[in-house]
């Protein structure tokens, strides 16, 4: 499948076929992602959709990132989730990493410099011949199609559900995005050093309650984590990682326009970038919501 679907202006002037390999991937566009994630949803196929983005694909490369410090065992360790992805199943456990293309994601993508700084990473740590998958499917389904987005919310409420998140989301945001929830709570800060004790927290719940999904809202501790626990529990429970997609809902529930991350998103159009509020989406959710 042919990666690149623009003309180099769509990438503020940078043509990623001059430096990386973009054509040459087994690539899975956002648009059939979300498909793919809706299919199994709807016929109970237990499948895993991690993302491996600009957080960890970046950090391996320069350690340099605003919510952690530099340490090399972040490092080590998710360059060793790097490979033990390798002997996973391609459609049971879905790797998503930041290289759709304005066209395949709906216009919503990482920053040029991002895709840069992981690309050097996935060049040295992740096997290119494998099959990926659009990493910003379900953020940008969040941003740009509401209707579908509250299906997705509708969808995961008919099953019996855990998240893994934030230790300050408050329980209301949480049940009215995804219905009566178990919350596995993560610290707010450096969440990584955290994630074999997650880890253990949820095998443990997981057995007491059976979930049929286990979302991801944990920061560096989801990585480990989901690539642990698909191991551990065998395969059998789907997790979707869903990264900062609750975070403007919990902002509008306290009534914050923004938090110390900007609380926003990155469009990019055939004209150039801007930024977009969260408070945008947000609202037109609920409106979907309310009036169902």
């Known amino acids: 499948m042919k990666i690149y679907g623009g003309d180099g202006k769509d990438w503020g002037g940078w043509d990623p076929k001059t430096d990386y390999p973009w054509y040459s991937l087994d690539f899975k566009s956002t648009k059939e992602v979300r498909s793919i994630i809706f299919n199994n949803l709807r016929n109970d196929k237990i499948f895993s959709f991690v993302r491996f983005g600009d957080g960890p694909l970046g950090y391996v490369d320069d350690m340099n990132h605003r919510w952690h410090p530099?340490?090399?065992?972040?490092?080590?360790?998710?360059?060793?989730?790097?490979?033990?992805?390798?002997?996973?199943?391609?459609?049971?456990?879905?790797?998503?990493?930041?290289?759709?293309?304005?066209?395949?994601?709906?216009?919503?993508?990482?920053?040029?410099?991002?895709?840069?700084?992981?690309?050097?990473?996935?060049?040295?740590?992740?096997?290119?011949?494998?099959?990926?998958?659009?990493?910003?499917?379900?953020?940008?389904?969040?941003?740009?199609?509401?209707?579908?987005?509250?299906?997705?919310?509708?969808?995961?409420?008919?099953?019996?559900?855990?998240?893994?998140?934030?230790?300050?989301?408050?329980?209301?945001?949480?049940?009215?995005?995804?219905?009566?929830?178990?919350?596995?709570?993560?610290?707010?800060?450096?969440?990584?050093?955290?994630?074999?004790?997650?880890?253990?927290?949820?095998?443990?719940?997981?057995?007491?309650?059976?979930?049929?999904?286990?979302?991801?809202?944990?920061?560096?501790?989801?990585?480990?984590?989901?690539?642990?626990l698909f191991e551990k529990l065998n395969n059998s429970v789907t997790m979707i990682d869903i990264g900062s997609t609750i975070d403007p809902f919990v902002n509008d529930y306290y009534n914050i326009r923004a938090t110390p991350q900007g609380n926003v998103v990155t469009h990019s159009g055939k004209r150039g970038w801007w930024i977009t509020d969260y408070t945008d989406f947000v609202r037109n959710i609920k409106k979907v919501i309310s009036d169902q």
């Open 70 to 228: 530099k340490d090399e065992k972040i490092k080590n360790e998710f360059i060793k989730n790097f490979k033990k992805i390798d002997d996973y199943n391609q459609d049971d456990f879905m790797v998503g990493i930041p290289m759709d293309t304005p066209i395949m994601s709906d216009g919503l993508i990482s920053p040029i410099t991002s895709i840069r700084q992981c690309w050097k990473s996935m060049n040295k740590y992740l096997d290119l011949d494998r099959k990926y998958f659009a990493h910003n499917a379900i953020h940008s389904m969040f941003v740009c199609e509401y209707k579908m987005t509250v299906d997705f919310l509708n969808l995961v409420k008919s099953k019996k559900v855990c998240i893994v998140g934030n230790e300050r989301y408050p329980i209301e945001v949480l049940n009215y995005l995804y219905g009566d929830v178990h919350h596995v709570k993560v610290p707010y800060i450096n969440a990584f050093y955290s994630h074999e004790s997650i880890t253990n927290e949820v095998i443990k719940q997981q057995k007491a309650n059976n979930f049929d999904v286990i979302l991801f809202a944990a920061s560096f501790a989801t990585y480990p984590t989901m690539v642990s």
